[in-house]
């Protein structure tokens, strides 16, 4: 590797990390406008199937986030990310040329593993480079370029169908991929010395995960966690076919979903000030108990009163269970690895499968249950919410009879 002849600064580090951390974002986002389009090419005979060009992305991530960080502790962190755009791309490549759905699928499956890579490898990058709160900072920084990547992708999406087909959306990741690649290459020195890299090792994976999954607080959150992001995982399947076919909204989908989006941006950043004045978990039930009242109330009103509401009262009934999302994502990740900080590292990787997995197995199961109205969608919020709360509410009462015990 070439030395970096002049240091890269903290403004462009900052837009690299947060290009990289947007393959996710962008390869999942980005196709919204165009499903209906490809399935149709592909001769899908099913409408509800266009939506496992989403789902599969999330199950190869899933098991690409177990393996990258490991990988990168062994191996350095820019190797890691190389090994993982590199599987990007070829899955890119497959889903450019493909001819049938099966293809399709398999080219999105490589995406969803390699830029998993992007994921997990960009915090490490950041943790070797900043500690403490100027590591909080740098983040925070981050993560207000990266919600506004959900925001606009569907737009950009949109933007390329009205120039070219669905395969130059496919083209237009390929260069952003590559093109973030080479940046790292040529500006970015390496961030894990070598005398710091541990020797890979399967046992500590498999030693991290028996720890996560039998540690009550991590599981329980792991578990809530993944069930609730299957609820989100069940709307961005569905999205495309409500907001732009049932609901008629066109062209004009992209600023629908991207409204949406930012109502997660604005919770997560109203959370940052929460949590200094209210415990994680008091938010987490606050925030699972509205999404499961209002659920329910308007499960009700558009089963018995208006099977098809209007795309006003719709939107206002999603903005209000986003805004929670924003608040329970953040804080049941730092929750379930709370209690692991012996081994965070694996222990994040674990979780982070585990909950992807789970989302892809529920999300999937919403998402081809799609009959044409929002019912299939409201049901599954109202029945994941409910579950997670009393998950939650469980394992509050279990610790605070524990210690009432001692």
Request: glycine letters at 8%.
């Amino acid at each position: 590797m070439p030395n970096v002849t002049k240091p890269m600064g903290r403004f462009e580090f900052i837009v690299l990390m947060a290009a990289l951390m947007s393959m996710v974002a962008l390869s999942i986002d980005a196709m919204l406008p165009a499903l209906g389009i490809i399935g149709q090419d592909l001769n899908v005979a099913n409408a509800n199937d266009s939506q496992l060009i989403i789902s599969s992305v999330f199950l190869g991530m899933a098991f690409g986030l177990i393996i990258y960080g490991p990988i990168s502790d062994s191996f350095g962190r820019k190797k890691a990310i190389y090994l993982g755009v590199g599987i990007f791309l070829i899955g890119c490549l497959i889903s450019i040329f493909a001819q049938d759905f099966e293809h399709m699928l398999i080219g999105r499956v490589l995406q969803g593993f390699g830029a998993a890579a992007c994921r997990v490898v960009t915090i490490a990058m950041m943790r070797d480079k900043y500690d403490g709160k100027e590591m909080a900072k740098i983040m925070s920084l981050i993560m207000m370029v990266f919600i506004m990547v959900p925001a606009l992708a569907p737009s950009v999406g949109q933007l390329i169908l009205f120039v070219a087909d669905w395969h130059g959306i496919f083209v237009v990741l390929f260069i952003l991929a590559l093109a973030s690649v080479i940046w790292l290459h040529t500006r970015q020195d390496e961030t894990l010395a070598v005398e710091k890299r541990a020797p890979f090792s399967l046992t500590n994976i498999k030693r991290g995960m028996i720890e996560t999954i039998k540690h009550p607080e991590s599981r329980t959150y792991t578990l809530g966690a993944g069930i609730m992001f299957g609820a989100f995982v069940g709307y961005l399947s569905s999205s495309q076919q409500i907001l732009q076919v049932q609901y008629g909204t066109g062209e004009l989908f992209s600023l629908y979903f991207g409204a949406l989006a930012l109502a997660i941006g604005f919770s997560s950043f109203a959370n940052s000030k929460l949590v200094m004045k209210m415990s994680m978990q008091t938010l987490c039930i606050a925030a699972l108990s509205v999404v499961f009242s209002t659920s329910i109330v308007f499960f009700i009103y558009a089963e018995f009163v208006n099977e098809n509401p209007g795309l006003l009262s719709f939107m206002l009934y999603m903005l209000s269970t986003f805004f929670c999302f924003g608040i329970l994502f953040g804080n049941f990740n730092s929750l379930a690895v709370h209690p692991l900080g012996h081994i965070a590292g694996v222990a994040t990787s674990v979780i982070s499968t585990v909950q992807t997995l789970i989302s892809v197995m529920v999300g999937s199961y919403i998402g081809q249950h799609y009959d044409g109205t929002i019912i299939p969608l409201i049901l599954g919020f109202t029945i994941c919410s409910g579950i997670t709360l009393s998950l939650v509410v469980w394992l509050r009462l279990r610790v605070s009879s524990r210690l009432t015990a001692i």
